[in-house]
């Protein structure tokens, strides 16, 4: 066993990745990652007790940086990730001497994660001792890792607002507190399941912020008919999910003769008003993430992710010196632009001026998409909304958010959206959507079959829609109202959606195509019995059980 990652929902054999990942990380990114996040540990030992006591100028940034890269599929660069543990262990040298000068006793000071050094030859024995499989017990373990993962969701989140200068200093504290308490061995397995939930907590504080700065940036997502065909010009295709990037990356090619063009979690950017105004924003090219291969290739253009999910391209790919990355992302070969400075737009003349060398995009598909439903352009339809509630015309709603992925079992997904009753809706966010937004669903008086909320943070869209239904049914629990969740799966963004929904009170989640390989028997039984989460099984018969 050379790594162990279990983090996403591919990990190999369901158990969990010892050669390679799925993802196509190799063991030393993965092993790096490990080390990484412990490092983190350790500023976090130091760094939540300068702040008990009061002070100020500390890592917060950093913290959330890191845990956002070591997200699945976001930074495959091992030179990139040593970089930030050098710089990380910098940081945590310096908020040591703070808390020895100051006579501050932190919590768990003397752990190892408090004072390793990093050795390059000796990274790899290290991480082994350090990795998930460092903790012993198995349901301790399990707890913990679910902890992380929400925390690196979280994270993702936190990082986003922040780009668009929004902030809660809780969310800070609150990353800290997770990552030290992975560190602590008196916890039980109920204080543990209590942190678990109070990260769900954060996670909704998170996505509240990101969906205030996004709107108060932005605008509110409206119904738009966003175009899947092609311009006659050279094109820029920007993945990920980051709209700091996209404003920027829009001003800059205006004029330019370059097209922009979204692609998987961006699809979204269409349906805010700001990015309306821009003539040579054409649409969105190609689907989820995991066909990127083939749809690189035929876009012609250069693509820059600004966040999560690059797969690595084939060793028979062309399109591989086309590729550009940015923020949290990364991988050996591709040109990483520089993050902003000194309050400055990020510079992207060297992707744009790539872009002109290029041919135009190869037309793979015609027609539109319609998205654009977030909470506030449904409660603008709340009274239809209403009315086709009670009088029948809908009978349920079905959140089918979350994650796309490679594996033949997701078709599941799409086979269970063709099979739904004309009287239901499906409420969509996250790149799930593509198993079914683009199937002849129809609507109902008016209302798209398919309402699309937009990215996997505008879950949190769907949980306000939620808790409005409730009140404007005057109902006693979220769980009374006719929607049922059979929610898709694949890394950690999901894992705080998830968390999120159980801290609104949400039960009877089905999750799949698989559970996930961090949560231990025991742990899967505790979810199961507080909150009903179940697995999907065959449609036809999930389709009997969510209708009756």
């Not at 660069?77 to 040298?93: C, Q």
């Amino acid at each position: 066993m050379s790594m162990f990652c279990f983090q996403c929902q591919e990990a190999a054999k369901g158990t969990g990745c010892t050669i390679k990942g799925v993802c196509g990380k190799s063991e030393d990114v993965a092993n790096l990652q490990d080390l990484l996040v412990y490092t983190l540990k350790g500023i976090a030992v130091f760094s939540q007790a300068l702040r008990a006591a009061g002070q100020t100028n500390l890592p917060d940034r950093f913290l959330v940086e890191g845990m956002f890269i070591t997200i699945t599929n976001a930074n495959f660069d091992p030179e990139a990730i040593s970089k930030k543990i050098s710089a990380g262990l910098k940081i945590r040298n310096g908020l040591k001497i703070r808390v020895e000068e100051l006579g501050i006793t932190p919590e768990f000071g003397n752990t190892d994660a408090a004072t390793w050094h990093a050795e390059p030859i000796f990274y790899d024995l290290k991480a082994q001792k350090i990795g998930v499989l460092a903790t012993e017990n198995e349901d301790v373990r399990s707890l913990r890792e679910l902890l992380i993962y929400g925390l690196k969701g979280m994270a993702a989140y936190t990082e986003h607002a922040h780009n668009l200068g929004f902030e809660d200093s809780s969310l800070f504290a609150f990353l800290e507190k997770g990552l030290v308490a992975t560190l602590n061995d008196n916890l039980s397995a109920d204080e543990l399941v209590g942190l678990v939930m109070e990260c769900g907590k954060f996670g909704v504080t998170a996505m509240a912020l990101l969906d205030k700065a996004n709107t108060t940036k932005y605008g509110n997502p409206e119904i738009t008919r966003v175009n899947i065909g092609v311009g006659t010009r050279p094109g820029i295709l920007i993945s990920g999910h980051d709209l700091k990037d996209m404003e920027e990356l829009l001003a800059q090619t205006e004029g330019t003769g370059v097209d922009v063009y979204t692609h998987s979690e961006m699809l979204p950017a269409n349906y805010y008003p700001a990015f309306k105004k821009y003539s040579h924003f054409i649409g969105n090219y190609g689907n989820a993430w995991w066909k990127q291969n083939e749809e690189f290739e035929s876009f012609n253009g250069p693509i820059l992710f600004t966040t999560n999910c690059i797969v690595p391209p084939k060793s028979t790919s062309t399109y591989a010196n086309r590729v550009y990355t940015t923020g949290a992302s990364g991988h050996p070969g591709f040109v990483h632009i520089a993050d902003r400075e000194d309050g400055k737009a990020k510079d992207f003349s060297a992707i744009i001026e790539h872009a002109k060398k290029c041919a135009p995009p190869v037309e793979i598909e015609k027609g539109e998409i319609v998205g654009g439903f977030a909470h506030a352009q449904v409660f603008a339809l709340a009274d239809k909304v209403v009315d086709a509630v009670k009088s029948g015309a809908i009978r349920k709603f079905f959140v089918m958010a979350g994650c796309d992925g490679r594996l033949k079992s997701r078709d599941y997904y799409t086979d269970f959206a063709a099979q739904l009753p004309n009287d239901t809706v499906i409420l969509t966010a996250g790149c799930a959507k593509y198993r079914y937004n683009k199937l002849p669903l129809g609507d109902i008086g008016g209302i798209p079959r398919v309402l699309d909320a937009g990215q996997c943070n505008d879950s949190y869209s769907l949980a306000v829609i939620a808790l409005k239904l409730k009140e404007v049914f005057e109902l006693n629990d979220i769980n009374e109202l006719p929607i049922a969740y059979n929610i898709a799966w694949y890394e950690q963004k999901a894992v705080i959606v998830l968390l999120a929904l159980l801290y609104l009170g949400v039960k009877k989640i089905h999750l799949g195509p698989t559970l996930p390989a961090f949560l231990s028997p025991n742990v899967a039984k505790v979810l199961v019995d507080t909150f009903g989460i179940a697995g999907i099984g065959s449609v036809d018969d999930d389709m009997k059980m969510f209708l009756n």
